[in-house]
């Protein structure tokens, strides 16, 4: 069981989540609608990904977009020009990643997605004259009234994964429909989008790699979804682990995606 769970945090994720003021930039946008889901469509590069919208939840958590799946590992390599993960393979989530790796890759998926540094949304001074571009770990600083791609705090990437429904997974009170964990997933990730989608059209919000949030719980940063490695109670919804580890600087991290309203999910 000790060993599981040290196995499922070394192999954190990225998941993009995009806020809605993202939209106006200038950039390749098409809109898209699969069962009564409906999803935006960004290009980066020669990548493209979706992004499901995600309504407001009264005056607390204005509507944003969310990435449809987590972060890839085709999308990470085309933004950073890097292959970090321990499972390679196009089509599965980036992992292996750290917090810091995280907010520099939403930096530059902006500006690959954009075609500018404008709406950067981390910096590394109070002033916001500098992007953030360090995927080391130094100081980080938030422009709130930019645009771009970043994490989500964690009360949004809950919001989104519950999906508008009461289930005790994103998606379905059966586990299996909806994530992968220790008792499914053969020891590995697997491919983005392979189990049922929650009811905003997000896939894997529950298991197979945890996602990192823009907030903290004290000096942890938290992580959220549970992942391929981890027993049935790390993918509940409710499971707040960085409550009960101290998870400062994780050798293989996660990372989550949005932006204004486009909220990243993490890998």
Request: aromatic residues 14%.
């Amino acid at each position: 069981m000790k060993k599981s769970w040290f196995k499922s945090i070394a192999l954190l994720v990225l998941a993009l989540t995009v806020l809605i003021g993202f939209i106006g930039c200038n950039q390749k946008v098409e809109d898209k609608t699969t069962k009564s889901f409906t999803y935006k469509t960004y290009t980066a590069g020669d990548v493209t990904f979706e992004m499901a919208e995600i309504p407001a939840k009264g005056s607390e958590i204005s509507a944003f977009l969310m990435g449809k799946t987590e972060v890839t590992q085709k999308l990470w390599a085309e933004v950073t020009g890097t292959a970090p993960s321990h499972f390679p393979g196009f089509g599965w989530p980036v992992e292996s990643v750290n917090w810091y790796q995280c907010i520099a890759f939403c930096n530059e998926l902006t500006k690959k997605v954009n075609g500018s540094d404008a709406e950067c949304v981390y910096y590394t001074d109070s002033g916001f004259t500098t992007v953030y571009t360090d995927p080391n770990g130094t100081s980080v600083y938030k422009r709130y009234n930019a645009k771009g791609f970043q994490l989500p705090i964690s009360d949004e990437w809950e919001h989104a994964a519950k999906g508008g429904e009461n289930y005790t997974y994103a998606g379905s009170n059966d586990i299996d429909k909806v994530a992968w964990y220790s008792g499914n997933s053969e020891n590995k990730t697997h491919p983005v989008g392979g189990k049922n989608p929650n009811g905003y059209g997000l896939y894997d919000m529950s298991g197979n790699v945890w996602e990192w949030c823009w907030d903290a719980s004290g000096s942890n940063r938290i992580i959220r979804s549970g992942a391929w490695g981890g027993l049935m109670v790390f993918v509940l919804l409710r499971f707040l682990p960085s409550t009960l580890l101290r998870i400062r600087s994780p050798p293989r991290g996660a990372c989550a995606w949005f932006a204004d309203p486009n909220l990243i999910r993490n890998a």
